[in-house]
């Protein structure tokens, strides 16, 4: 026996709102067309649904427990409205973002940690990538988003890029380097000490060419490669090698006191910290969401960096506008 979900709905909120008229106010239904639903219902079960001459209504045995699968589908609606309406607003959902590994373990991390705090009803769902791949995901709808440093040229067709960071390269060390004490600091300083490779792939490993170039060398003493970021500041903090970073990367570390900036001005790259997606297609209010806490973020935190770049006594005064 098939029984219309809205017969069972109509007659559990009448049970518990302790009448017809209660019942059809609360589901947003008239008063007559409820106690239609309500006589259709027990025409086609064939039995009673109320006690009769009882005030206020009092459910039969079998009214009792339609009444519960009512409920459950009244329950099971609202969630479903609920879900809807989380879905539109974007509190409810599931973000896909793909990053670099170092920004997103440095800085990315931590702001998705404030968004899903903030937001108990989205998920999100990280993986590291370079551009290479993340453009290629990007373009299967694998992602919604990209977390990247790019160059304008790097941009190919149908894809959108929000700038969230200047480009700001650094040569990194622990703080009791012996180069840190040493003034001036000259280009064949950087030979005297072995280095760390970056992750291969990562744009980072162009600038440590660029970094080679202006000081006239072809090759530098690579000691350790292929580590993740915090592999990366372990090894710093342990020896006397230096590393290329990304400025923010060290500000992030910067409570823990172990890595710091060697004040050596070394050449920029010409690229940004930025948010990369698709253009020309549907996009999930809950990633358009999570992508403009990222962007609010940054927007906040350029200033406090720049202060704290400004901190740094550099070997060459670095102008004031000087990206990050």
Same mark, same amino acid.
């Given at each position: ?13 009448? %049970?518990? *709102? ?5 019942g059809? #106010?609360?589901? =947003?239904? $008239?008063?007559? !067309?409820? &106690? @239609?639903?309500?006589a ?16 206020? %209504?009092? *459910? ?6 339609? #009444?519960?699968? =009512?409920? $459950?589908?009244? !329950?099971a &609606? @609202?969630r ?10 974007g ?27 903030q937001e108990?009803?989205?998920?999100v ?10 453009a ?45 004490r ?28 660029m970094?080679?170039?202006s ?5 530098l ?29 060290v ?70 506008d000087?990206?990050?």
């Amino acid at each position: 026996m098939k029984l219309n979900e809205r017969h069972l709905m109509q007659l559990a909120a009448v %049970l518990d *709102a302790g009448g017809v008229s209660e019942g059809a #106010a609360m589901l =947003g239904l $008239t008063q007559p !067309a409820v &106690s @239609r639903s309500l006589a259709m219902l027990e025409d086609r079960v064939g039995e009673p649904l109320f006690v009769k001459g009882r005030r206020p %209504l009092q *459910a039969t045995p079998l009214g009792m427990q339609l #009444a519960v699968q =009512g409920r $459950t589908i009244i !329950a099971a &609606s @609202r969630r479903a409205s609920d879900a809807v309406q989380g879905f539109v607003r974007g509190t409810k959902g599931v973000v896909r973002v793909a990053g670099v590994p170092f920004f997103m373990d440095a800085m990315i991390s931590q702001m998705i940690g404030e968004f899903l705090n903030q937001e108990p009803g989205v998920t999100v769902q990280q993986s590291y990538m370079n551009l290479p791949e993340m453009a290629a995901a990007l373009e299967a709808g694998q992602i919604d988003m990209g977390v990247v440093p790019i160059g304008v040229l790097d941009l190919g067709a149908g894809f959108e890029f929000t700038e969230i960071l200047p480009g700001r390269n650094i040569v990194a060390c622990r703080p009791g380097h012996p180069l840190m004490r040493k003034r001036p600091l000259e280009a064949q300083d950087l030979t005297t000490y072995p280095w760390v490779a970056p992750l291969p792939g990562s744009p980072l490993m162009s600038d440590l060419q660029m970094i080679l170039m202006s000081i006239g060398m072809s090759d530098l003493n690579i000691r350790y490669s292929g580590g993740s970021l915090m592999s990366v500041v372990n090894v710093l903090a342990e020896t006397d090698a230096l590393a290329v970073l990304p400025y923010s990367t060290v500000f992030a570390q910067r409570k823990e006191s172990r890595i710091t900036v060697l004040p050596y001005n070394i050449p920029q790259p010409n690229r940004s910290l930025g948010i990369l997606r698709r253009v020309n297609v549907a996009r999930a209010p809950a990633a358009e969401r999570f992508a403009g806490h990222i962007i609010g973020a940054f927007d906040n935190l350029k200033h406090v960096i720049r202060r704290h770049e400004r901190a740094v006594i550099w070997g060459a005064e670095a102008p004031a506008d000087q990206p990050l």
